[in-house]
């Protein structure tokens, strides 16, 4: 049982807007920034966004973040065949003598 | 460039340990703390633990409190996690990752098999 609860699956068409949510706690995400990875298949994971709303060179601006109270999502729009990928969000939980939590990850099928 | 190389698959019995190594390049080694992330087959990412480059400390996920350790050789820009009495739900690929803001950079992966 992860943390941090993201729904175990998303789907899009070419085109369309995705969003993706990740529900934690006072703890974690209600106190600190929330970071965001894409794991192709059998690749290792890449930062996708950090500090809640920031993209890493190279990330295109398809990708946001954003953070309301105890929840983060992150959005995809104009999704490309090439975004179906797994996607996992992370925040550090000071309630466990600060520790980093991952959601469980949600796979995102491009039909 | 930054690169973490980590060192080849491993097979292990039961009750044996594994040392796993992560050489990093392309940046100041002590600059950055140095994470290890876990994910067992068809599984999600598991979070194992930190190591700091510019003290040594390390703060370890509770799950691994006792058999889990984390070191580092500021000599070799090489950081090693040694993970004792494996059982098969240890089986994974163990990954380790800068702390960038952010888990920015990350390795190959090792594939830890745990199997007698």
């Known amino acids: 049982q992860s943390v941090l609860t993201q729904p175990p699956s998303a789907s899009g068409t070419p085109g369309q807007r995705v969003t993706i949510s990740c529900s934690g706690s006072s703890s974690n995400i209600g106190r600190n920034t929330v970071n965001w990875y894409q794991q192709l298949p059998g690749t290792a994971p890449k930062l996708l966004i950090y500090n809640t709303n920031q993209r890493p060179s190279g990330v295109p601006d398809r990708f946001s973040g954003s953070k309301s109270g105890t929840s983060a999502s992150l959005a995809i729009s104009g999704l490309q065949s090439e975004d179906e990928a797994d996607y996992y969000c992370?925040?550090?939980?000071?309630?466990?003598?600060?520790?980093?939590?991952f959601g469980g990850g949600t796979k995102l099928t491009v039909l | 460039q930054v690169q973490l190389v980590q060192s080849g698959a491993e097979v292990k019995n039961p009750g044996a340990s594994v040392k796993v190594s992560c050489k990093a390049s392309?940046?100041?080694?002590?600059?950055?703390?140095m994470h290890w992330v876990r994910q067992a087959p068809g599984q999600g990412l598991e979070w194992m633990g930190v190591?700091?480059?510019?003290?040594?400390?390390?703060i370890y996920s509770q799950r691994f409190q006792g058999r889990l350790t984390m070191t580092s050789d500021t000599s070799t820009s090489t950081v090693y996690m040694d993970l004792s009495s494996l059982t098969s739900e240890d089986t994974a690929i163990y990954y380790c990752?800068?702390?960038?803001?952010?888990?920015?950079?990350w390795g190959q992966g090792t594939l830890v098999t745990v199997s007698s």
């Open positions: 392309g940046y100041t080694f002590t600059s950055y703390n």
């Open positions: 992370a925040a550090w939980n000071s309630g466990l003598s600060g520790q980093v939590a």
């Open positions: 990752a800068r702390d960038g803001p952010g888990i920015d950079y």
């Open positions: 190591i700091k480059l510019s003290g040594g400390s390390s």
